[in-house]
């Protein structure tokens, strides 16, 4: 009998998926932000105002949700500008760049891939070594190898503690390694009349990729 729910994977690079669960509760994570101009009507949707008219004085330090620190970027003018969270600082990368293992990313942000590549709209001068922390070995090449190595050789133990200190997009994918396991050996002790691909290489095996040659 097939599900009657799909989870809907998270969008991929610099946008957002709105039917992606994980999306919508990363959109929430705030952003410390300044108003380089007067953002009328805002006060009292932010919790600084009296009354729903009131404005938000130019130079205000802001906590923004990320869905409206998009929502307020504009190319033409500066309306907001987005201070980098500590995590995605110079200090946080050379820890990556050190021992990424030793992070506990789930406690510094439980979405720390998806979030640090929203961080990539906004103009920073740093985005270039945001993205190469996120992205090359420094971080995520390092912990994945971790990740899988861990759930394939915790099979029917308790993996709590392991997955204590992963982001969602880590658990995901140790979730997908176990289920991959668990798979083989029912397979192996003849309790499955074939292996099947996982959900996650079925889901993404049906987004269309954009064509090489152009």
């Known amino acids: 009998?097939?599900?009657a729910y799909f989870p809907v994977g998270p969008g991929l690079g610099l946008e957002e998926n709105f039917l992606s669960l994980d999306d919508i509760l990363m959109s929430q994570e705030?952003?410390?932000?300044?108003a380089e101009s007067a953002l009328p009507r805002l006060a009292f949707a932010l919790g600084q105002g009296a009354g729903p008219g009131d404005a938000i004085p130019e130079g205000s330090k802001l906590e923004?949700?990320?869905?409206?620190?998009?929502g307020l970027r504009d190319?033409?003018?500066r309306i907001i500008s987005v201070e980098l969270p500590k995590i995605y600082k110079e200090a946080w990368r050379t820890v990556f760049s050190a021992d990424a293992n030793v992070v506990d990313l789930h406690k510094m942000g439980p979405y720390?891939?998806?979030?640090?590549s929203q961080l990539l709209n906004f103009d920073n001068p740093e985005n270039p070594e945001i993205a190469q922390t996120i992205?090359?070995?420094s971080t995520f090449i390092s912990r994945f190898r971790r990740i899988m190595d861990?759930?394939?050789?915790?099979?029917?133990?308790d993996t709590s503690a392991l997955v204590a200190r992963l982001d969602e997009l880590e658990r995901a994918l140790f979730q997908a390694g176990q289920k991959g396991l668990n798979d083989f050996q029912c397979w192996e002790k003849g309790q499955a009349s074939q292996i099947t691909a996982s959900s996650l290489v079925q889901h993404y095996g049906k987004r269309k990729l954009p064509d090489g040659d152009g």
């Open 1 to 3: 009998m097939s599900e």
């Open 30 to 34: 705030k952003l410390p932000s300044r």
């Open 64 to 70: 923004l949700p990320l869905w409206l620190a998009k």
């Open 75 to 77: 190319s033409k003018r």
């Open 112 to 116: 720390y891939y998806g979030f640090g």
């Open 135 to 137: 992205l090359q070995a």
């Open 150 to 157: 861990s759930s394939q050789n915790a099979y029917n133990e």
